[in-house]
Nanobody
């Protein structure tokens, strides 16, 4: 199983980036897929998630209206489109997967911070 995140980089505030998470070893169509981020000196935090059932999406309040999670089942890839980026969005971004939450995204952070599979991160830096 491998989750390969890419697409990070340095962008000015107000700019956009699209992150990709290419998956091998399982079909994303059967899994809940999510993005998390970790800024220097801070805890890892939830950013966005997508369940395959009803194609539900969930977002942290800090990114609602600016970020969009999507999936391409044919390419077995999940994306995070990030618009109107702010310096506080600077972090390493990770994608994660868990088959248990494919039907319904859990309410408890104890559950979704314990997702089964995690990829290596990709750095996003937003300059002011």
């Amino acid at each position: 199983v491998q989750l390969q995140a890419s697409g990070g980089g340095t962008v000015q505030a107000g700019g956009s980036l699209r992150l990709s998470c290419e998956v091998s070893g399982f079909r994303v169509s059967n899994y809940a897929m999510a993005w998390f981020r970790q800024a220097p000196g801070k805890e890892r935090e939830f950013v966005a998630a997508s369940t395959w059932a009803h194609d539900e999406t969930h977002y942290a309040d800090s990114v609602k209206g600016r970020f969009t999670i999507s999936r391409d089942n044919a390419k077995n890839t999940v994306y995070l489109q990030m618009n109107s980026l702010r310096p506080e969005d600077t972090a390493v971004y990770y994608c994660a997967a868990d088959i248990r939450y494919g039907l319904k995204w859990p309410e408890s952070p104890d559950d979704y911070y314990g997702m089964d599979y995690w990829g290596k991160g990709t750095q996003v830096t937003v300059s002011s």
